[in-house]
């Protein structure tokens, strides 16, 4: 056994080598206090990117040791001590390691934290945010980090070889970056999309949710998936969504549901309320982790622009709360008007943003202002914003008394801004 662990081990270490002559494409995430003894956890999809972030990321003065536990050649075994001394003898000893997709392991999280009072530096990384509740809040907190890496922003993109960059205008570029998405290997290595992106989902789906959670009807989870995420921009109550795919009960919905968040797959944003509870019992809206997912999987009878512009900020909003630790929402009032993302830092609402790809229309446009006037209004907001295809400029609006103003920006130069105070800024 121990022969074949350093057969293993030795396959990753070539992995590893290999990964770190690769050229790489910079990241906006950093590793916060990467030479501090703390434990360092790289969140985020499957295929997004965080090995290659973090082999990338770490200081490579030192000895390094790396084990993919992604790796099924791993999954029969249960002596951890016997992986850790076929680590000893093919990397002499590191007192760094970089275990990947360490959820795989049983008992990761006592592992180790065993391995921190030893005095090893560590670096893992995840494909499950239950790393972030869970396990990390039970066992080790107040000594773990934690940054999230999500697929290529369109910001990132930029940083692109100059043969593998997007071709044709910046307009051309994003309508290509919100049709593929950003997994890197669609853009590194200029792979067919659909196919893809169809068999990376199946791959979570069944992978990471159905195996790991022994769930015994994996169609009625297939068929979850595909529903949400063709309904993306939408929102759902767990109830109307248990009647109308005939699921037995509303708490295998919401708990399918919440697999399908820690996977990655799909977030929701809670209706704005500063009651909790209303928060709670409100309808959601459901988003994907990638644009390519809703474009490979979805069931389409409709033109599906507006839902993708609406997703791909969506997308953004969502790394800037895992960055500054802001909190993303939407607004509805009683008449149905709605805002579609509120942005909270603190107590204090600081955004709030309409996505509207085409406001040629007078009555459209009329349509987004109120509504972000009377959010305004009952929010004390004075940031209005609204995202749209390529209309750009600063408007006063007036709505019956309300008065504010509007601030009109392309998708594309939103998707390059770097954080909330650039938008701020904008002119």
């Known amino acids: 056994m121990n022969n074949l662990l350093e057969k293993i081990i030795l396959s990753h270490k ?5 990964k770190r002559t690769e050229p790489y494409v910079k990241r906006d995430a950093q590793i916060k206090g990467s030479d501090s003894g703390l ?10 990117g965080k090995s290659f972030f973090c082999i990338h990321s770490m200081d490579q003065t030192e000895p390094i040791g790396y084990v993919n536990f992604d790796d099924e050649r791993l999954t029969e075994v249960t002596d ?3 992986v850790m001394d076929a680590v000893n003898i093919v990397y002499d000893h590191p007192k760094v390691l970089l275990f990947d997709e360490i959820q795989n392991v049983p008992n990761w999280e006592l592992i180790v934290n065993r391995l921190q009072r030893q005095g090893y530096r560590l670096f893992l990384t995840g494909s499950n945010s239950k790393l972030l509740s869970r396990e990390l809040s039970t066992h080790l907190t107040g000594r773990h980090l934690a940054t999230t890496i999500f697929p290529f922003s369109f910001r990132e993109l930029q940083h692109l070889p100059n043969e593998k960059e997007p071709s044709g205008t910046e307009r051309h570029k994003c309508m290509e970056y919100l049709k593929r998405g950003g997994f890197p290997e ?4 200029r792979i067919d999309f659909p196919e893809y992106l169809r068999s990376l989902f199946d791959s979570i789906l069944f992978r990471d949710i159905v195996k790991r959670h022994k769930i015994r009807d994996s169609a009625a989870l297939y068929n979850l998936a595909l529903y949400l995420v063709s309904n993306i921009a939408g929102d759902f109550s767990y109830q109307a969504l248990s009647k109308h795919l005939s699921f037995r009960s509303v708490i295998t919905t919401q708990k399918y549901i919440s697999f399908l968040e820690e996977a990655f797959l799909l977030f ?3 209706r704005f309320s500063y009651k909790v509870r209303e928060q709670i019992s409100a309808n959601k809206k459901i988003y994907t982790y990638d644009n390519g997912f809703y474009q490979a999987n979805a069931h389409r009878f409709s033109s599906d622009t507006g839902k993708l512009y609406e997703n791909a900020v969506a997308i953004e909003l969502k790394r800037r709360e895992t960055e500054n630790g802001s909190k993303l929402f939407y607004w509805k009032n009683e008449k149905h008007e709605e805002v579609d993302f509120v942005v909270q830092q603190g107590i204090e609402v600081v955004s709030l943003i309409q996505v509207c790809y085409d406001l040629s ?3 459209v446009k009329n349509r987004e202002i109120r509504s972000l006037l009377k959010a305004g209004e009952a929010l004390h907001c004075k940031e209005l914003f609204i995202i749209s295809d390529q209309y750009e400029g600063v408007e006063e609006a007036e709505w019956f008394g309300l008065n504010g103003s509007v601030k009109f920006i392309p998708l594309c130069k939103f998707l390059l801004m770097r954080n909330e105070e650039s938008i701020k800024n904008y002119e």
């Open 39 to 48: 434990i360092h956890v790289i969140l985020g999809p499957r295929r997004a």
């Open 14 to 18: 070539e992995e590893f080598d290999l």
């Open 361 to 363: 229309g007078e009555k």
């Open 186 to 189: 669609l853009w590194i290595n």
């Open 268 to 270: 929701t944003i809670h």
């Open 80 to 82: 951890f001590d016997a």
